[in-house]
């Protein structure tokens, strides 16, 4: 289940739909934003899961990557990072979306900056 994200059907979706769904809800059109954000992420991961062997993912250094820095719980902050920036573009807040988007992008940057031992 974790190697579809790396997909690059699946990356290029998901910020596909991010951007259009932020632009929506900067306007205030809450039900095409809402289904932009949501249903090709989940159509796409739906599909790449039951259609596509990921194994080849799962075996590349990128699966590596994200087998080991991206556990559920940096997941459900990218996701938390996402909602934020869609809230903030709701309320016509571009820090918010910046930051926001900068949660979802430290996410993915989780095992790149070197960690300070105690």
């Known amino acids: 289940m974790l190697y579809h994200q790396i ?3 699946k990356v290029f979706t998901d910020v596909a739909s ?10 205030h059109l809450l039900v095409p934003g809402l289904v932009v954000a949501v249903l090709p ?3 796409v991961s739906a599909t ?6 990921l194994d080849r993912y799962r075996r590349s250094a990128m699966g590596a990557y994200v087998r080991r820095y991206m556990p559920p719980w940096v997941q459900a902050l990218r996701l938390f990072g ?7 573009a709701w309320y016509h807040v571009p820090a918010g979306v910046a930051g926001g988007l900068a949660i979802v992008a430290a996410c ?3 095992g790149i900056v070197p960690r300070l031992r105690a």
Not at 18 to 23: S, Y
Not at 48 to 53: C, H, K, N, T
């Open 7 to 9: 997909h690059p059907a």
């Open 18 to 27: 991010a951007v259009m769904a932020l632009d929506l809800l900067w306007r």
């Open 41 to 43: 992420p989940v159509l």
């Open 48 to 53: 790449l899961m039951s259609e596509v062997d």
């Open 82 to 88: 996402a909602a934020f920036a869609f809230y903030a």
């Open 108 to 110: 993915w940057a989780n």
